[in-house]
């Protein structure tokens, strides 16, 4: 052993460290400027808060002793479970104490938290009872996007591919009508992104790395959002997608084409949930890409264009519908710049401030995860992630709320804590849901 390989240790052993120190004084010095900002007349139209939307304001009750029993019990027995467990029961598992501790988180500042996200005018719920026929909405949707129009979309309905909306309506046709159901489907669709996600670890770079992420993926600060935010079900039905062509690029025959047509039909239904998912499009392409080998180019090529048909398909029904994807989205961006709160906010600090929110929404274990990735495939999920975050900020058409707009990417890179040195990794796990339980009991976050 040669001396420069016991401090090559040492320094990795501390990177993670390091990064997470200055990416927590980046966030403070984004906060401070807010302040400055907002202490100076500017309206960073984000309730009072400086980074995340949502003022200060302590609730602290004997509630908030179920998310610390949830993280107390992941924590302490979270990593070795993951470890022992048949795949397929911590796959299940997974999502179900990812739920448990979204609602725990949520319900410490109240009952009431849970539905009361979706209930202001902004929200998709409101415009439920706009949509009569199917037909008529989807050929009519684009008109009644612009603000001035004769009777507009509320704001979140406007800056969406019309799917989001039709999401809840179908919700409410099947007779699941009200707030309450609103808020399980976007729950629901949230949590499912962590099978999503292992499953997708797992064709990936093996079952080994998946269960070294579950714990991380469970009690992940982003759970704050899953609970509750239409981002979240946004985030199942992509990450669902991407584990489609995933898991048929490590499959053969007709199996790999029905995953990757199936995969493909889940990301075009994502692009009719939100326009910014096309940046998730890398991500896609990466999971086949990793399998060149094994499957040749033509293998890989046939994956992306069965799951292209996928996408094509749904792109294809829409049209029939009367809605067209590039239409849509001029007026969606149109309607964004034409508002206040895109005027009025600065784009040179958001374009920072986005991605401190980012930051805390994806906790400090992720941050010490990038800061230890290594020449790895798996480094890939989490570095194309990062462009495809780093491609929708550079658009300035995001300012601010980025700890929800951003969850379908989060949950991919929250695979780097896959690199975190062993010994650390109980550490970070603790510190992240720390985290968590401080943002909800002392910012009231609007989601």
């Given at each position: 052993m040669t001396s420069a390989e016991p401090t090559t240790s040492r320094v990795r052993r501390r990177l993670p460290v390091v990064a997470v120190v200055a990416t927590a004084l980046f966030v403070l010095v984004v906060g401070f400027i807010g302040w400055?900002?907002?202490?100076?007349?500017?309206?960073?139209?984000?309730?009072?808060?400086?980074v995340l939307r949502g003022g200060f304001g302590v609730v602290l009750t004997p509630r908030v002793l179920m998310p610390v029993a949830v993280?107390?019990?992941?924590?302490?027995?979270?990593?070795?479970?993951?470890?022992?467990?048949?795949?397929?029961?911590?796959?299940?598992?997974?999502?179900?104490?990812?739920?448990?501790?979204?609602?725990?988180?949520?319900?410490?500042s109240g009952w009431h938290r849970l539905p009361e996200p979706l209930s202001v005018v902004y929200e998709y719920p409101n415009d439920v009872p706009r949509v009569g026929s199917i037909g008529t909405f989807l050929s009519t949707f684009t008109q009644f996007v612009p603000a001035d129009s004769a009777d507009p979309w509320t704001t979140h309905?406007?800056?969406?591919?019309?799917?989001?909306?039709?999401?809840?309506?179908?919700?409410?046709?099947?007779?699941?009508?009200?707030?309450?159901?609103?808020?399980?489907?976007c729950i629901v669709g949230g949590v499912l992104a962590v099978p999503a996600v292992l499953v997708t670890v797992r064709a990936v770079a093996g079952e080994g790395h998946a269960r070294v992420?579950?714990?991380?993926?469970?009690?992940?600060?982003?759970?704050?959002?899953?609970?509750?935010?239409?981002?979240?079900?946004?985030?199942?039905?992509?990450?669902?997608?991407?584990?489609?062509?995933?898991?048929?690029?490590?499959?053969?025959?007709?199996?790999?084409?029905?995953?990757?047509?199936?995969?493909g039909?889940?990301?075009?239904?994502?692009?009719?949930?939100?326009?910014?998912?096309?940046a998730?499009?890398?991500?896609?392409?990466?999971?086949?890409?990793?399998?060149?080998?094994?499957?040749?180019?033509?293998?890989?090529?046939?994956?992306?264009?069965?799951?292209?048909?996928?996408?094509?398909?749904?792109?294809?029904?829409?049209?029939?519908?009367?809605?067209?994807?590039?239409?849509g989205f001029h007026a969606a961006g149109d309607r964004v710049r034409s508002g206040p709160s895109y005027a009025n906010r600065p784009l040179a600090f958001f374009l920072f401030s986005n991605l401190a929110a980012g930051a805390l929404a994806v906790g400090p274990a992720a941050i010490a995860?990038?800061?230890?990735?290594?020449?790895?495939?798996?480094?890939?999920?989490?570095?194309?992630?990062?462009?495809?975050?780093?491609a929708s900020d550079s658009t300035g058409l995001v300012r601010g709320e980025t700890e929800r707009i951003w969850l379908p990417f989060y949950v991919w890179v929250l695979c780097a804590t896959a690199f975190l040195p062993q010994r650390q990794r109980r550490m970070w796990l603790a510190l992240g849901a720390a985290l968590a339980i401080v943002i909800e009991v002392t910012v009231r976050t609007e989601w």
């Open positions: 400055r900002l907002a202490e100076g007349g500017t309206v960073l139209h984000l309730l009072g808060g400086y993280a107390v019990a992941v924590v302490l027995v979270g990593p070795g479970l993951a470890s022992r467990l048949r795949f397929g029961v911590l796959v299940a598992g997974s999502a179900v104490v990812a739920a448990v501790w979204a609602v725990a988180l949520a319900l410490s309905v406007a800056g969406h591919p019309p799917g989001a909306l039709l999401a809840f309506v179908l919700l409410d046709r099947l007779g699941l009508s009200g707030l309450g159901w609103d808020a399980a489907l992420v579950a714990p991380f993926l469970v009690l992940a600060p982003i759970a704050l959002w899953v609970a509750t935010s239409a981002d979240a079900l946004f985030a199942g039905v992509a990450s669902w997608g991407v584990a489609g062509l995933a898991t048929a690029a490590v499959s053969s025959g007709r199996r790999r084409d029905a995953k990757a047509l199936a995969g039909l889940l990301l075009g239904l994502a692009l009719f949930l939100s326009f910014g998912l096309t998730l499009g890398l991500v896609a392409v990466v999971v086949v890409l990793v399998h060149r080998r094994a499957l040749g180019w033509g293998g890989v090529v046939r994956v992306l264009a069965v799951g292209a048909v996928g996408v094509l398909l749904v792109v294809g029904l829409f049209l029939l519908g009367g809605y067209w994807w590039l239409d995860g990038l800061a230890s990735l290594r020449r790895h495939r798996l480094a890939l999920l989490p570095l194309t992630a990062l462009v495809g975050i780093l």
